[in-house]
């Protein structure tokens, strides 16, 4: 590409606004001052144990109420930990209190009692030892590019230490804001006349969904209670919520809690409707129920459940509430007047009277004697489709998907796909078996074939070929696809679906290659599996494509592909990109992971005998950025600016190696590493959503080449299937602006092209839900290709022009 630098500014030029001009001293730590508790734990922290042994707890006399304290005898490198977001480009200023009492060096002479930043060199303040009062550190620190920090009340440091410490008033400023400007260059661009010979495939812009933190239960499903089928005993024995290092508080107990006498609560395994047991209350002459709170509700909304009930006749009349406020109006209720002996379902209907995300669901006997059995509850947005929230469901059918990608992911592994059949309040509940939590089987197989023909997608289904085995795929495949006369098939019509579902594709295990999987196994066993699982499945269904578990790094893919070649259609690849603090750099991981993957399957076909006369393509079944903080649940990390622009240059080079790459699956769609974020009650699209919607949407399918693209400036350019319409894609991942001039080779532009553009100034913006967008698709003025186009800095842009 040929530059002329025509501007006058350095290429990053820092302007330092002064800490008066508008800069407000906002504390970005949550309960900094440690006052806040769930369990008798501080809101917003964890802790972390690097090294050592170490005791945590809560001190109610700090130096302002509560305080952290840790204390170790023997010597420990451990932490009071929080993981906050930072805003780009910013000076910031963390400082607190801290006391000591007999505080010194342990095992690998740690420094003592001091606060810093997680893996920032120079980040951290003076450390104390000995026996000290309340003392003031501090120190200042820039974020760049960061967009988040691990903050640190530590003890130790860089080795152990004995004693004990406390930490209080904890603080996180922002005491200067720079901004980055560039200079204005030219550059120059020629566009190939003639398509290449491979199109590029619709499938490029398929999503994978996983069981896994937020992403389908607090997501997709519009299901608003935990452990609805209790799973876990109430009362809980422990804490209901733990956090993990990465910030996600995830559930670890039941979050049932207990109206009236704890002790009146127990676990009954007698006639139990769901799982192993349900909650009894036993009265003793005064009211008795449980409680689930946390919910998220919105004023005027209308709210559909039911409850699976059964007790003594004198515990009656029961009451369901939905209260969302502390006044004696501010709920709802549905009244049972009579119980019997038997299960007995009665449904539920609320709307709420406030917006809060503290409401709770009370079930309350009132009859004084007796007892009560709550087997099963169930609580949703009254506007649901179908168990799917509609607000999820509109933004998937904007993302317009043509393949989801299902049911893992790790959690395939240990996933028997019978437990999600049948009635789903019957349903067995299971402890997650690759992430944390819980898994209750609300969303099966007929609801994942239902939600793709909800939002006009073809399903993908992976099979277990970690714990499971040839003959539960092979059934698995008939179930969804033989006709009514097979054993499968007859179930499934039972079960509500008599007609096929006819998914073609089938990913054959996942990650069977790493050895974090369930079921791993070296690769000359794998191989063997492999192939006998395929071959049981093409004796079900001959037509079906079938996708191996590939993996270039290491060797697998190679070993796979010699040992199973005559045993797939395609196979998997994955790859996800980390952070860097360079923009270019940071949004180049991803293209060039694609390239290299797409090399390295070129160099198998030329030396590998078995792929001879074969066309064993690459399904990228999962590829994304992944870093950051878990802000929606597990996995749930944001995405900014900066990552659109990788997204987007990602799909470029899809489409250049549109010969050898059949399809990709943006993991995860919802929360995890998701392109589209949820709260309790609002939907957002995070920025990594806005390229796959827009090239999804307009951008040609015959790929065309292009002499002067760069990692600076990433041009793509394609004609769409009937040749008339001309599609260009420019992602700029620099501070400077652009001229650039096109030449077209021949082909001539019918007038002036319409155009879009997502841009940010700042590469660390970001959406969240329920909060007006930084980041969205917007329209362009109308463009003359024949002339310089500008293109501004940080910004995906896409022109589309009709031909002559």
Same mark, same amino acid.
């Given at each position: 590409? =040929?530059?002329?630098?025509?501007?006058?500014?350095?290429?990053?030029?820092?302007?330092?606004?002064?800490?008066?001009?508008?800069?407000?001293?906002?504390?970005?730590?949550?309960?900094?001052?440690?006052?806040?508790?769930?369990?008798?734990?501080?809101?917003?922290?964890?802790?972390?144990?690097?090294?050592?042994?170490?005791?945590?707890?809560?001190?109610?006399?700090?130096?302002?109420?509560?305080?952290?304290?840790?204390?170790?005898?023997?010597?420990?490198?451990?932490?009071?930990?929080?993981?906050?977001?930072?805003?780009?480009?910013?000076?910031?200023?963390?400082?607190?209190?801290?006391?000591?009492?007999?505080?010194?060096?342990?095992?690998? =002479?740690?420094?003592?009692?001091?606060?810093?930043? !997680?893996?920032?060199?120079?980040?951290?303040?003076?450390?104390?030892?000995?026996?000290?009062?309340?003392?003031?550190?501090?120190?200042?620190?820039?974020?760049?590019?960061?967009?988040?920090?691990?903050?640190?009340?530590?003890?130790?440091?860089?080795?152990?230490?004995?004693?004990?410490?406390?930490?209080?008033?904890?603080?996180?400023?922002?005491?200067?804001?720079?901004?980055?400007?560039?200079?204005?260059?030219?550059?120059?661009?020629?566009?190939?006349?003639?398509?290449?010979?491979?199109?590029?495939?619709?499938?490029?812009?398929?999503?994978?969904?996983? !069981?896994?933190?937020?992403?389908?239960?607090?997501?997709?499903?519009?299901?608003?209670?935990?452990?609805?089928?209790?799973?876990?005993?109430?009362?809980?024995?422990?804490?209901?919520?733990?956090?993990?290092?990465? %910030?996600?508080?995830? #559930?670890?107990?039941?979050?049932?809690? *207990?109206?009236?006498?704890?002790?009146?609560?127990?676990?009954?395994?007698?006639?139990?409707?769901?799982?192993?047991?349900?909650?009894?209350?036993? #009265?003793?002459?005064?009211?008795?129920?449980?409680?689930?709170?946390?919910?998220?509700? #919105?004023?005027?909304?209308?709210?559909?459940?039911?409850?699976?009930?059964?007790?003594?006749?004198?515990?009656?009349?029961?009451?369901?509430?939905?209260?969302? %406020?502390?006044?004696?109006?501010?709920?709802?209720?549905?009244?049972?007047?009579?119980?019997?002996?038997?299960?007995? &379902?009665?449904?539920?209907?609320?709307?709420?009277?406030?917006?809060?995300?503290?409401?709770?669901?009370?079930?309350?006997?009132?009859?004084?004697?007796?007892?009560?059995?709550?087997?099963?509850?169930?609580?949703?947005?009254?506007?649901?489709?179908?168990?799917?929230?509609?607000?999820?469901?509109?933004?998937?059918?904007?993302?317009?998907?043509?393949?989801?990608?299902?049911?893992?992911?790790?959690?395939?592994?240990?996933?028997?796909?019978?437990?999600?059949?049948?009635?789903?309040?019957?349903?067995?509940?299971?402890?997650?078996?690759?992430?944390?939590?819980?898994?209750?089987?609300?969303?099966?197989?007929?609801?994942?074939?239902?939600?793709?023909?909800?939002?006009?997608?073809?399903?993908?289904?992976?099979?277990?070929?970690?714990?499971?085995?040839?003959?539960?795929?092979?059934?698995?495949?008939?179930?969804?696809?033989?006709?009514?006369?097979?054993?499968?098939?007859?179930?499934?019509?039972?079960?509500?679906?008599?007609?096929?579902?006819?998914?073609?594709?089938?990913?054959?295990? =996942?990650?069977?290659?790493?050895?974090?999987q369930l079921g791993y196994m070296s690769l000359n066993h794998y191989v063997q599996k492999h192939n006998w699982v395929e071959s049981m499945m093409r004796e079900v269904d001959p037509g079906i494509v079938t996708v191996g578990s590939g993996n270039i790094p290491g060797g697998w893919s190679e070993g796979?592909?010699?040992?199973?070649?005559?045993?797939?259609?395609?196979?998997?690849?994955?790859?996800?990109?980390?952070?860097?603090?360079?923009?270019?750099?940071?949004?180049?991981?991803?293209?060039?992971?694609?390239?290299?993957?797409?090399?390295?399957?070129?160099?198998?076909?030329?030396?590998?005998?078995?792929?001879?006369?074969?066309?064993?393509?690459?399904?990228?079944?999962?590829? =994304?950025?992944?870093?950051?903080?878990?802000?929606?649940?597990?996995?749930? &990390?944001?995405?900014?600016?900066?990552?659109?622009?990788?997204?987007?240059?990602?799909?470029?080079?899809?489409?250049?190696?549109?010969?050898?790459?059949?399809?990709?699956?943006?993991?995860?769609? *919802?929360?995890?590493?998701?392109?589209?974020?949820?709260?309790?009650?609002?939907?957002?699209?995070?920025?990594?959503?806005?390229?796959?919607?827009?090239?999804?949407?307009?951008?040609?399918?015959?790929?065309?080449?292009?002499?002067?693209?760069?990692?600076?400036?990433?041009?793509?350019?394609?004609?769409?299937?009937?040749?008339?319409?001309?599609?260009?894609?420019?992602?700029?991942?620099?501070?400077?602006?652009?001229?650039?001039?096109?030449?077209?080779?021949?082909?001539?532009?019918?007038?002036?092209?319409?155009?879009?553009?997502?841009?940010?100034?700042?590469?660390?913006? !970001?959406?969240?839900?329920?909060?007006?967008?930084?980041?969205?698709?917007?329209?362009?003025?109308?463009?003359?290709?024949?002339?310089?186009?500008?293109?501004?800095?940080?910004?995906?842009?896409?022109?589309?022009?009709?031909?002559?």
């Open positions: 590409m =040929n530059i002329v630098r025509i501007g006058v500014f350095s290429i990053l030029t820092i302007i330092y606004l002064a800490t008066g001009l508008a800069l407000e001293a906002q504390n970005l730590l949550r309960n900094g001052g440690f006052d806040s508790l769930r369990d008798g734990e501080p809101r917003a922290w964890g802790t972390q144990t690097f090294a050592g042994s170490a005791e945590f707890s809560i001190d109610s006399e700090g130096r302002t109420g509560a305080a952290v304290k840790i204390s170790s005898a023997s010597g420990s490198d451990a932490a009071w930990t929080q993981t906050v977001e930072v805003p780009a480009m910013t000076r910031l200023r963390l400082s607190g209190w801290v006391r000591t009492e007999n505080v010194e060096q342990g095992p690998g =002479n740690g420094r003592g009692a001091l606060l810093n930043i !997680h893996t920032f060199e120079g980040a951290e303040t003076r450390a104390l030892r000995g026996t000290r009062d309340w003392t003031r550190v501090e120190v200042e620190f820039t974020s760049l590019n960061r967009q988040e920090v691990q903050i640190n009340a530590l003890f130790g440091g860089w080795g152990q230490a004995t004693g004990t410490a406390w930490f209080d008033d904890l603080s996180l400023e922002v005491i200067d804001r720079f901004e980055p400007g560039g200079e204005t260059l030219q550059a120059a661009v020629s566009v190939a006349s003639e398509p290449a010979a491979h199109q590029i495939s619709e499938y490029i812009y398929g999503q994978f969904i996983e !069981h896994l933190g937020e992403c389908i239960y607090g997501g997709i499903w519009a299901e608003m209670l935990q452990d609805r089928k209790f799973y876990y005993p109430v009362p809980a024995p422990r804490s209901i919520w733990r956090t993990t290092g990465a %910030g996600a508080r995830v #559930l670890a107990a039941s979050p049932w809690q *207990v109206i009236g006498p704890r002790d009146n609560v127990r676990m009954t395994t007698d006639h139990a409707y769901s799982g192993n047991h349900s909650p009894s209350i036993e #009265l003793s002459g005064e009211p008795g129920g449980i409680f689930q709170e946390e919910l998220g509700v #919105l004023s005027g909304k209308d709210y559909a459940g039911h409850i699976v009930l059964r007790g003594s006749a004198s515990a009656a009349p029961v009451e369901i509430s939905l209260v969302w %406020g502390d006044g004696p109006n501010d709920r709802h209720t549905v009244v049972v007047d009579r119980l019997h002996t038997t299960h007995v &379902t009665t449904p539920l209907r609320f709307t709420a009277g406030a917006d809060t995300h503290e409401a709770r669901l009370e079930i309350v006997a009132l009859g004084g004697q007796g007892e009560i059995v709550v087997d099963v509850v169930s609580l949703m947005p009254a506007d649901n489709i179908e168990g799917f929230r509609r607000d999820t469901l509109e933004a998937l059918r904007e993302l317009n998907s043509p393949i989801y990608r299902w049911p893992g992911g790790n959690f395939v592994s240990g996933y028997d796909w019978r437990d999600g059949l049948g009635e789903r309040d019957r349903r067995p509940t299971r402890s997650n078996p690759a992430w944390t939590g819980i898994e209750p089987n609300d969303m099966g197989m007929h609801e994942f074939v239902r939600l793709c023909q909800l939002i006009d997608a073809e399903p993908m289904i992976t099979v277990n070929t970690g714990f499971g085995d040839a003959y539960s795929a092979a059934a698995q495949l008939e179930y969804a696809n033989g006709d009514r006369r097979s054993e499968q098939g007859r179930l499934r019509a039972m079960n509500g679906s008599p007609e096929p579902f006819d998914v073609k594709y089938w990913c054959v295990g =996942n990650e069977m290659w790493g050895t974090w796979l592909l010699r040992g199973s070649a005559d045993h797939m259609d395609l196979i998997a690849e994955h790859f996800y990109a980390q952070s860097r603090d360079d923009l270019t750099a940071h949004v180049r991981q991803v293209p060039n992971f694609i390239r290299s993957r797409s090399d390295a399957h070129r160099r198998l076909r030329e030396e590998m005998p078995q792929l001879e006369g074969k066309d064993i393509r690459i399904a990228m079944t999962e590829w =994304n950025y992944w870093y950051g903080p878990h802000v929606f649940g597990e996995l749930g &990390t944001r995405y900014f600016m900066r990552d659109a622009l990788g997204i987007a240059a990602g799909l470029h080079e899809y489409f250049r190696q549109s010969d050898i790459i059949h399809s990709a699956y943006y993991a995860q769609t *919802v929360n995890v590493i998701g392109a589209i974020k949820t709260t309790k009650t609002a939907v957002e699209f995070d920025a990594t959503a806005y390229p796959l919607i827009l090239y999804r949407r307009e951008f040609g399918t015959r790929p065309l080449e292009v002499d002067g693209s760069s990692d600076e400036l990433d041009i793509a350019a394609a004609l769409c299937d009937d040749g008339i319409w001309l599609t260009i894609g420019v992602v700029n991942s620099t501070w400077n602006t652009y001229e650039v001039s096109l030449d077209l080779n021949g082909l001539r532009p019918d007038g002036h092209a319409a155009g879009w553009t997502i841009h940010h100034e700042n590469p660390m913006a !970001h959406n969240h839900p329920g909060e007006e967008p930084l980041i969205g698709i917007e329209s362009l003025p109308e463009t003359d290709l024949n002339e310089p186009v500008t293109v501004k800095p940080v910004s995906i842009n896409l022109y589309k022009v009709r031909l002559r």
